[in-house]
């Protein structure tokens, strides 16, 4: 099982909002390392979403936004549109671990 | 940044797992980014593998840290990855990427090469 824990599945419909959890410990998020976020479309590399909990690289539409408090973090999406279906993972840094962790990856259905 | 895997897509177990990655439209020989390895079993979750900075220093996953090496070629903007004694466990998509040495996130990717250990 992964360092850090999200839901296996969020689904919502177009328009919507949508939130992905991201959970860790005192070792990773709660240590006050940065969470960061990627969206991995279908048959295609992970892409950087959103980096150092709420900062979104040029390009990234600001429908998706980063938030972190204590030892866990969220990825929100307003706006859903159907092109948004993807897998989404969190990252941080683990101090225990000495080493990059991932969440297990959420899967986001457009109904 | 532009990174590219390269390898063979089928191994043995009784050989060695080796993936190269090339590095193009950056600084590959100074400080900015870890190079790193990350892979995804079929259907999974991403696993961070390692990474090495351009000085030759690497870390690793410490659950892999035992049958992994990373190492890098500065004057071919290269840098591989060496999995010994692989088992149909270590069949994924590997991806190459940079990781950012003042963010700590991975900022580019490359596209993925699919792996499966078998005899």
């Known amino acids: 099982q992964s360092v850090l824990t999200q839901p296996p599945s969020v689904s919502g419909t177009p328009g919507q909002r949508v939130t992905i959890s991201c959970t860790g410990s005192?070792?990773?998020?709660?240590?006050?390392?940065?969470v960061h976020w990627y969206q991995q479309l279908p048959g295609t590399a992970p892409k950087l979403l959103i980096y150092g909990n709420s900062n979104r690289p040029s390009g990234v539409p600001d429908r998706f936004s980063g938030s972190k408090s204590g030892t866990s973090a969220s990825l929100a999406i307003t706006g859903l549109q159907a092109e948004d279906e993807a897998d989404f993972y969190c990252?941080?840094?683990?101090?225990?671990?000495?080493?990059?962790?991932f969440g297990g990856g959420t899967k986001l259905t457009v109904l | 940044v532009q990174l590219q895997e390269s390898g063979p897509g089928l191994v043995k177990p009784s050989q060695t797992l080796s993936l190269t990655c090339t590095v193009s439209?950056?600084?590959?020989?100074?400080?900015?980014?870890?190079w790193s390895w990350v892979r995804q079993h079929p259907g999974k979750g991403l696993e961070w593998i390692g990474y090495?900075?351009?000085?030759?220093?690497?870390y690793y996953n410490p659950s892999l840290k035992s049958r992994v090496a990373i190492s890098i070629d500065t004057s071919k903007n290269q840098f591989s990855l060496r999995v010994s004694s692989p088992t149909a466990a270590d069949t994924a998509v590997y991806y190459c990427?940079?990781?950012?040495?003042?963010?700590?996130?991975?900022?580019?990717w490359g596209q993925g090469s699919l792996v499966t250990v078998s005899s």
């Open positions: 090495i900075y351009y000085s030759g220093t690497a």
């Open positions: 990427a940079a990781f950012s040495d003042n963010g700590d996130y991975f900022d580019f």
């Open positions: 005192r070792s990773n998020i709660g240590a006050g390392y940065d």
């Open positions: 990252q941080s840094y683990d101090s225990s671990l000495r080493g990059v962790v």
């Open positions: 439209g950056g600084s590959f020989n100074s400080a900015g980014y870890y």
